[in-house]
C-alpha cells in the first residue's frame, strides 16, 4: 500500500509515469489526460480513470491507485465540475470537451523508491549500451581479423602467380 496517496478528483488533468515491462526491458510511458472517474475513494482496491484524445481516438485507461506500477503521479490543473463521473465528456470532441480551469497548482505525488527505481532503470540501459557496443566492437575486430587473413592469402595466391610469369616469360 502506497503512503504517498495523490489527491485525484475528476475534472484534473492529470500525467501518469507508469513502468512498462517489454521483453526482458524496463521503461517508463507518461500517460495524460482527465480523469474522468475515481472509484472506492483511498481503500486497497481504488481505482481513477483517465481519458485522452489520441490521433483523434479516445483513449481510457484505469489505474489501481496503489499500483506498484505507477511511479509518478502529476497534477497538472484542476478544472471545476459539478459530477463525480465525467462519462459525457465521451461524446463530446473538441471544443465542447473542455472544461473550466480552476487552476494550474502542478503538484507531484512520487514514492520515495521511485527515484532508486528510475537510476536503475538509467544503469541498465547504460549497461545494456556498454555491452552491445563492446559485443559491436569484437565483431568489427574478427571481421577485419578475417579480411586481412582473405588479403594475406589472396595475396600469396598474387606473388606465386606473379613468380611463375617471369619464367614463362624467359622460357620464350
Do not use: C
Not at 462519462?87 to 494550474?104: C, N, P, V
Not at 527515484?115 to 566492437?137: D, S, Y
Amino acid at each position: 500500500m502506497k503512503k504517498n496517496i495523490p489527491e485525484i478528483n475528476s475534472g484534473d488533468t492529470v500525467r501518469v509515469h507508469l513502468k512498462i515491462k517489454e521483453g526482458d526491458k524496463e521503461r517508463i510511458q507518461i500517460f495524460e489526460g482527465l480523469v474522468i472517474a475515481t472509484h472506492a475513494g483511498k481503500s486497497l482496491d481504488s481505482t481513477f480513470t483517465v481519458r485522452k484524445e489520441s490521433f483523434g481516438v479516445g483513449v481510457e485507461r484505469v489505474f489501481p491507485l496503489h499500483s506498484p506500477r505507477i511511479l509518478k503521479v502529476e497534477r497538472i490543473k484542476r478544472s471545476r465540475v459539478r459530477r463525480s463521473k465525467l462519462y459525457f465528456l465521451r461524446e463530446l470532441s473538441g471544443k465542447e470537451a473542455r472544461l473550466k480551469e480552476i487552476d494550474r497548482d502542478h503538484q507531484i505525488w512520487e514514492e520515495p523508491e521511485a527515484e532508486k527505481e528510475l537510476e536503475k532503470l538509467a544503469e541498465e540501459t547504460a549497461k545494456a549500451a556498454e555491452a552491445a557496443a563492446a559485443e559491436k566492437e569484437a565483431e568489427e575486430a574478427e571481421l577485419e581479423k578475417k579480411a586481412d587473413q582473405a588479403l594475406k592469402s589472396h595475396g600469396a595466391v598474387e606473388e606465386k602467380s606473379e613468380t611463375k610469369e617471369p619464367e614463362e616469360k624467359d622460357k620464350k
